[in-house]
Structure formats: structure tokens, C-alpha cells
């Protein structure tokens, strides 16, 4: 295996306790366990024998805006795996949404934009890119909130084994171990758009005034980028 430079390398804890993705921190000790002070990035990744999750918070205005711009996307793939990367980008922004393959309207530039949309290409159940209202995905959840008055954002993400692959045993044994590859603020593929809003789809406001303050579609954000080796924790035994 290749040793990627700058790579983080750490260690997920078994997840005891039930996470209902739904955009409150409430099942989440906060801050979360891990912190990336260059980017200013606070994060947690556990699993269970279901999957695996992902919880993120920042409170930085500059960061907050890169989010509400082109959301936040995973890149996953198995260390053992010589595939493409599996892609998660939440919500999906300004990319207009790509039909499932079976459907007769392939103009998507004619769609409307789901304000809170999930893009997915290579996981099991869509191997071509697609973007997809959340409720139309199958497995995969998402959700984020924006509190006004403490000016912080937090989403988490829910990713289950048998999105990665149908024999979810392979990915809790021999390929427990993940390349993962964060991306914040992240132009690719994205074109000007509406902004994600807080108050629909997955987005659920908790401050009084609900969604994060918009930003010009057009206005070009830094990318902001952490790369992890990930050692998915094992179930404890009794």
C-alpha cells in the first residue's frame, strides 16, 4: 500500500448507543472527538454493525459559508480496494439533479434542484452518478441544522456497509481498514446554484431565524481537505 502524505490515521469507537440522523447533536458528545485545526474542521467517524457515521461541526462563518455553498463530500474507498473512490457530496448544492438511468428525461438541466439533495457515484446501489432528493435514496441518510445564535452548523451522515459493498462482513473483517478523503468548499463538478437551505428536505433550523445566511452562487470558495486512514473499531465482545 502507498503511504499517502499528510494522512491522518485514526481509530473509530464502536457506536453503543442509537443515532437518529436528524441534523440534532443531542446523540453526540460535543465537541466532537476529533478536531482539525488547520481547517477548522470539528469531526467524528463511529460505526456499528449496521455502517458507518459521520458527524461534523464547525463555527467559523468563512466554513459555514463553504458548506452552504457545495456542501460537504466523502471520498471512500477500502485500502485493499484498487476501485474508484466512492463520492458523497451533501447536500448537493448547485449541481442539478442527474436522473436515474431508467428514466426517460435525460435533460438535467430542465430538473428542478432539490434543496437538500444527496450526489452518490459508485456506491453499490448507484454506480453512475446520480443527485437525488434525500427521500429518494435508499439507505444512505443525511441531515444538517444551523443555530443563528451560537452562529455554528452541524450535519452527520450515515453510510451503511451495504452501500459500500453487497457483503457487508467484508467491509467489518478483512477491509476494515478506509481511505477517507473530506472535502469542504470543493468546486468540483458544481455549477451556480441556490444554496442548500436549512429549513427543507434535510436541513432542520434550530436557530430562530432558521437557515444559514445565503451566498452569492456564483462566489468561488477555497477547498478545504483532510485525508484519514480510518480503522473501523471492531464490536466489543461480552
Same mark, same amino acid.
Given at each position: ?19 437518529t ?14 478536531f ?69 428525461? /435525460?435533460?438535467r438541466?430542465?430538473?428542478p *434542484? #432539490?434543496? %437538500? &439533495? !444527496?450526489?452518490? =457515484? ?8 446520480v ?20 452562529? /455554528? ?5 450515515? *453510510? #451503511?456497509? %451495504? &452501500? !459500500?459493498?453487497? =457483503? ?52 468561488q470558495?477555497?477547498e ?15
Amino acid at each position: 500500500m502507498l503511504l499517502v502524505p499528510n494522512k491522518i490515521h485514526i481509530h473509530t469507537q464502536w457506536q453503543t448507543s442509537d443515532i437518529t440522523i436528524d441534523g440534532n447533536s443531542d446523540d453526540w458528545n460535543i465537541p466532537l472527538r476529533f478536531f482539525d485545526s488547520k481547517n477548522r474542521l470539528n469531526y467524528n467517524i463511529t460505526n456499528n454493525s449496521e455502517g458507518i457515521f459521520f458527524a461534523f461541526r464547525m463555527n467559523e462563518m468563512s466554513y459555514i459559508h463553504q458548506f452552504n455553498q457545495n456542501g460537504i463530500t466523502i471520498e471512500l474507498d477500502t485500502t485493499k480496494s484498487n476501485n474508484t473512490a466512492l463520492i458523497l457530496q451533501y447536500p448537493a448544492g448547485g449541481i442539478p439533479p442527474i436522473p436515474p438511468s431508467n428514466t426517460q428525461n /435525460s435533460n438535467r438541466d430542465n430538473m428542478p *434542484i #432539490p434543496e %437538500s &439533495s !444527496i450526489r452518490l =457515484n459508485g456506491f453499490y446501489n448507484y454506480k453512475k452518478e446520480v443527485v437525488l432528493a434525500l427521500e429518494e435514496v435508499k439507505g444512505i441518510k443525511a441531515a444538517h441544522s444551523f443555530d443563528m445564535v451560537n452562529e /455554528s452548523l452541524f450535519c452527520e451522515i450515515f *453510510i #451503511p456497509y %451495504s &452501500s !459500500i459493498n453487497s =457483503n457487508a462482513k467484508t467491509i467489518q473483517s478483512s477491509n476494515s481498514e478506509l481511505n477517507i478523503k473530506l472535502l469542504l468548499g470543493t468546486n468540483n463538478n458544481s455549477m451556480p446554484g441556490p444554496p442548500p437551505g436549512g429549513m427543507h428536505g434535510g436541513g432542520r433550523p434550530d436557530g430562530p431565524t432558521g437557515a444559514p445566511p445565503t451566498i452569492n452562487g456564483n462566489s468561488q470558495t477555497k477547498e478545504t481537505k483532510i485525508k484519514l486512514e480510518v480503522h473501523l473499531a471492531k464490536q466489543p465482545t461480552k
